[in-house]
């Protein structure tokens, strides 16, 4: 799995004009220190003609043109570039050219994504902490609070939009090709702020309308033996309580939304891997793993945590 | 006003009258500026060690990927703490010490023009700082940042006492920073030596001017915001409840609309520190004093128009955001006028590198740093990725370690031989100065680039995959060896009280008036009140400044504690001012509000009132006029 974020390595426009006004930065930048750096150090060991006394008090004249040209004029020129090129970035990434072709809802939770599809193609979509896109078209990112604030960052596609509570905050990217950008909240919120990543994946129209249609079905009826003592051990257990599964009569709204969990990469909002090990670890002690989250300790028989895990594998 | 005569040869008679009782009752009721600002130094460079100690904890956690040393609560508390610790409870106040040390000094009077006032101020600094650390000992500290955003700090995310000490706690402070700051103008408007025009202050004293307008002004904005944010947690009001018709973005103003102007508090005095000290070891006066005079002046009041920089994120429209970010570059201007003053004095004086030139000429290496970092920050497309980085960690490290810091250690090695009387070690002033400033470059550069590697900040764990691992070691590594630079430099202040040479008046040569008597001061500071005729009263005689000349055996006022009342601008002498008498009142006074922030955090308002009740009483008992005789009697 990709696991950059750095900045520099841009896959979309937002980013990329970005980027470019970040490396305009980053030189002018370097320049002023160099020729600051060197004005200190020359300015220190240059020699004075006159070896007279060291501590003798002079006043020469002329040091004013030093800041008139270095402190006012020079600044001036280059902070205007700087502004000019600034506003011309902000202006162009402001708005998304065409009109966005998917509208995607996140919602920040302490301490994950929750992630809805309005409507599409049937009724609405809800998953988290992976949000798939088209490639080569804006799309448009909505973003509100279930708690506090948080911050949507998806480096490499765009910069940073607060996610507030009672505010409806709006942005957008594109990724001009396929692959996972991962991202994470970036307004400190709480004890986990640090587990709460968020993958943009990016495909292709197809693939994408591919994953929206098999996402907005309902969950399997497990045929597995084992997975249908899950299934039992699931519903006993009350996870429905916190987790919705549609098609299995779970409807809790506290945690993430389960009925295709089996599809994502991550779980835990990117804290592990979504692998049959890690989610009967997460099972059996999430707190060990992300201490204060709300899932709470499930005390279950050896037999009937694997028999849960093969349930939610099923959950493709 | 009395008129008899102190027996006894002058500066004995003046002794008499200026110096503090012995005992306990002396230490409590001085309200000597020099025992003040010498105790805001020591109050602020402990909580500058809890804060670094509070740092080099969080370090070894962030050495390295998927680290297991602290819990999330401790990392989150550390973090805070480290932030709150060092910009309320160091940053500001260190510079409040050399102020209070030096101003009257600088400024040719006998005290501070309100006295009292100031002790005042220097115990609720005091007490605030012991109210917030008690959360340490009643293990519930706040781990909500040093910004604090609501509504994770309202009462339904962060229960227990932690966010109600950082409420009562900085609503404390601020009774210290106002009354502080109160005096201050009070003083630079009223008791200068006559003579002492404001076109001959020492820039420094700008700064500490400049700031103490920015406190009355700001301050304000984060006591109302802690006030609410304590109302909204014990008493159901709801201002930054978004679920109540409160808004969440509310605190973020009315924060950094005083958060941006207080990064401006706890620079401008630095940067005039070092616009002091460069001239003393270039030989020559400053570049520019007026251009940079005005500069610091107009960054203050420029602070005021930049805070929306800190929330470009937030969903702000275009163009109110652009007009934020071009306030930000604006603000730059002022800055380089200072920076070139002070390349220029170099170029044209003649540098001699002591250790306080030394610690000067990197706070302009750095302070360029932390400049140019800021005017990436205030572009506001690009901040959009910078911003919540660690890239802001190493800005926000450039400016307060860089411009603050870096000045006060030069600061120290400049002025502690005045206050001491003893010089500090050259050499290991210069061990002191290369390992900070090596330690800072190899430990807070990296920051800029794991910024633009995408580290957020505030994580208190990162997995191995992002490639931060070994700048993050960097990191670590640079900051203890900083950290190495900072406690060389306490055991040269103590060499220094041993064994330093003794320093005479004015071991550097300076040109300014606090050279003019004996290191360390007298409890009167000057025999006789200087008239001042230049703005370099020290070096008249070694250039042409026309005929501008001070007199150092002007008048003398040996009555009573007695010092000039002038001028604002000018300073022609109006009238005598009768200094008050030392008191232990400011110190009960702060102690009940001490008494009043315990009741109010733990809940028990029958401490509260009885705070209150000592509150009400120290006022008047402050307020009572003296039954002592004003004149010391004749032993």
Redesign the interface.
């Given at each position: 799995m990709q696991s950059t974020m750095n900045i520099l390595t841009s896959a979309g426009p937002v980013a990329a004009a970005q980027v470019r006004l970040g490396w305009w930065l980053v030189i002018v930048s370097v320049v002023v220190i160099v020729v600051v750096g060197v004005l200190v150090l020359v300015g220190a060991f240059r020699s004075r003609d006159d070896a007279g006394d060291r501590y003798r008090i002079v006043r020469e004249g002329g040091g004013i043109r030093w800041i008139v040209v270095g402190g006012i004029i020079v600044p001036a020129i280059i902070l205007a570039a700087t502004l000019a090129f600034t506003i011309g970035t902000e202006v162009a990434t402001a708005a998304p050219p065409a009109d966005p072709s998917v509208t995607v809802e996140v919602i920040g939770h302490r301490w994950w994504w929750e992630v809805k599809y309005a409507g599409a193609p049937s009724h609405t979509v809800v998953t988290a902490n992976e949000i798939h896109i088209p490639v080569g078209t804006p799309v448009r990112i909505e973003l509100s609070s279930a708690d506090v604030i948080h911050s949507f960052w998806i480096p490499q596609l765009a910069g940073k939009t607060d996610v507030i509570p009672g505010q409806r905050n709006v942005t957008w990217f594109q990724a001009d090709k396929p692959g996972v950008y991962r991202g994470a909240c970036t307004e400190y919120c709480g004890l986990q702020h640090a587990n709460m990543a968020a993958y943009v994946v990016a495909e292709s129209p197809a693939e994408f309308r591919q994953w929206l249609q098999a996402q907005s079905d309902s969950a399997n009826s497990p045929t597995d033996p084992d997975a249908m003592v899950g299934l039992g051990v699931f519903q006993r257990s009350a996870c429905g309580a916190c987790h919705a599964i549609r098609g299995a009569d779970a409807l809790g709204h506290v945690g993430p939304e389960l009925t295709h969990l089996a599809s994502r990469m991550t779980i835990a909002a990117g804290a592990l891997e979504n692998t049959r090990g890690n989610l009967a670890g997460w099972i059996a002690n999430s707190q060990a793993i992300k201490p204060g989250n709300d899932m709470p300790v499930m005390a279950l028989s050896p037999g009937d945590l694997q028999a849960l895990v093969s349930y939610l594998e099923t959950l493709k | 006003m009395a008129t008899t005569t102190v027996p006894g040869q002058l500066p004995e008679r003046l002794t008499r009258i200026w110096e503090t009782a012995p005992g306990l009752y002396g230490v409590l009721a001085s309200v000597d500026h020099k025992t003040i600002g010498r105790r805001y130094l020591v109050t602020s460079i402990i909580f500058l060690l809890l804060g670094g100690g509070e740092a080099a904890v969080m370090r070894l956690q962030l050495s390295h990927a998927d680290a297991h040393l602290l819990?999330?609560?401790a990392y989150?508390q550390l973090f805070s703490m480290h932030g709150i610790t060092m910009i309320f409870w160091y940053a500001a106040p260190v510079l409040s010490g050399f102020s209070n040390y030096l101003w009257p000094l600088m400024l040719g009077a006998r005290d501070m023009a309100c006295p009292r006032a100031n002790a005042l101020s220097y115990w609720t600094f005091l007490m605030s700082g012991v109210f917030l650390y008690t959360s340490v000992l009643v293990g519930q500290v706040p781990d909500?940042?040093w910004f604090a955003?609501a509504?994770?700090t309202e009462a339904a995310?962060s229960p227990g006492l932690n966010m109600d000490f950082y409420a009562i706690g900085l609503t404390f402070l601020s009774v210290s920073t106002s009354v502080g700051a109160v005096n201050f103008i009070v003083t630079l408007f009223k008791t200068r030596a006559p003579g002492l025009s404001v076109n001959r202050l020492p820039i420094f004293v700008w700064g500490t001017l400049t700031t103490s307008f920015s406190v009355l002004l700001a301050t304000p904005a984060l006591t109302a915001a802690c006030v609410m944010l304590f109302l909204d947690r014990r008493f159901g009001s709801h201002f930054f409840d978004?679920?109540h018709g409160?808004?969440?973005?509310l605190w973020q103003h009315m924060f950094w609309s005083f958060g941006h102007p207080w990064v401006y508090i706890v620079v401008l005095p630095a940067m005039g520190m070092v616009s002091d000290l460069i001239p003393t070891f270039c030989?020559?006066?400053l570049?520019?004093y007026t251009?940079v005079a005005l500069a610091t002046v107009s960054t203050g009041i420029l602070g005021f128009g930049v805070w929306v920089h800190h929330m470009f994120?937030?969903?702000i429209p275009?163009t109110a955001?652009?007009f934020f970010?071009?306030a930000s570059?604006?603000i730059?201007?002022p800055s380089?006028?200072?920076?070139?003053?002070w390349?220029?004095?170099?170029?044209?004086?003649?540098?001699?590198?002591k250790t306080p030139m030394l610690f000067a000429?990197g706070f302009?290496?750095l302070f360029?740093?932390g400049g140019?970092?800021g005017?990436?920050t205030a572009?506001?497309?690009?901040?959009?990725?910078?911003?919540?980085?660690y890239f802001v960690v190493a800005h926000l490290h450039y400016v307060l370690i860089g411009i603050n810091v870096f000045a006060v250690m030069a600061g120290f090695y400049f002025w502690l031989p005045k206050i001491t009387g003893r010089m500090m070690s050259e050499w290991l002033g210069k061990l002191n100065f290369w390992l900070m400033f090596l330690g800072f470059g190899v430990g807070f550069f990296p920051m800029h680039t794991l910024?633009?590697?995408?580290?957020?900040?505030?994580?208190?764990?990162?997995?191995s995959?992002?490639?931060w691992g070994w700048q993050n070691m960097w990191v670590t590594v640079g900051a203890y060896v900083f950290a190495l630079g900072v406690v060389v430099f306490v055991i040269n202040f103590f060499w220094s009280l041993a064994m330093g040479e003794p320093a005479g008046p004015n071991p550097w040569?300076a040109p300014t008036l606090e050279w003019a008597m004996s290191s360390p001061p007298p409890d009167y500071n000057f025999e006789h009140i200087p008239i001042v005729g230049s703005r370099h009263p020290l070096?008249e005689d070694?250039?042409?400044e026309g005929t501008g000349r001070t007199v150092f055996g002007g008048p003398v006022l040996d009555h009573a504690r007695d010092t000039f009342g002038t001028t604002p601008l000018d300073a022609e002498p109006q009238e005598i001012l009768r200094m008050p008498e030392d008191t232990a009142w400011p110190f009960v006074l702060s102690l009940s509000i001490l008494v009043i922030a315990y009741g109010l955090v733990f809940g028990a308002m029958w401490l509260a009132v009885l705070g209150v009740i000592g509150l009400f009483v120290s006022i008047v008992g402050w307020l009572l006029p003296s039954h002592e005789p004003t004149i010391p009697a004749e032993v």
């Open positions: - | 819990s999330p609560e989150n909500r940042g955003y509504p994770l995310y978004p679920g409160g808004s969440a973005l030989r020559r006066p570049v520019g251009l994120a937030t969903g275009a955001s652009s970010s071009a570059m604006v730059t201007i380089a006028i200072a920076v070139f003053s390349l220029a004095t170099m170029w044209h004086g003649r540098p001699i590198f000429a302009i290496v360029v740093v140019v970092s005017v990436a572009a506001n497309a690009y901040d959009l990725q910078l911003t919540d980085t910024g633009l590697m995408g580290m957020p900040r505030r994580i208190y764990t990162y997995s995959g992002f490639g040569d070096w070694r250039l042409d």
